[in-house]
Nanobody, 116 residues
Framework: VQLQASGGGLVQAGGSLRLSCGAS????????MGWYRQAPGKQRELVAT???????TYADPVKGRFTISRDNAKKTVSLQMDSLKPEDTAVYYC???????????WGQGTLVTVSS
């Protein structure tokens, strides 16, 4: 199983970016999918998750600005990021739970840099 993330880049504060992540390999079903981020010198933190039934959760710092979505048929998860702030600068990682035992795979990370 592989997860491939894309869509990072440099954007000015107030701008938008859309991250995408596709899953490939021997996958019967995708359970929860999500996005995490890790800023320099900080621990990886949750950004947003979405269940296979499309129930969404967001970290408080991104509520109202970020939107997570998924396409079960295409095995993708996306993160629309609006009103970006310099403190959103981080490497963003997607992940996916691939079975009922909770086995989780991670993407390689994509860098988002927000300039002030």
């Amino acid at each position: 199983v592989q997860l491939q993330a894309s869509g990072g880049g440099l954007v000015q504060a107030g701008g938008s970016l859309r991250l995408s992540c596709g899953a490939s390999g021997s996958i019967f079903r995708l359970y929860d999918m999500g996005w995490y981020r890790q800023a320099p010198g900080k621990q990886r933190e949750l950004v947003a998750t979405i269940t296979s039934g499309f129930r969404r959760t967001y970290a408080d710092p991104v509520k109202g600005r970020f939107t997570i979505s998924r396409d079960n048929a295409k095995k993708t998860v996306s993160l629309q990021m609006d009103s970006l702030k310099p403190e959103d600068t981080a490497v963003y990682y997607c992940n996916a739970v691939v079975n009922a035992n909770g086995v989780t795979y991670w993407g390689q990370g994509t860098l988002v840099t927000v300039s002030s």
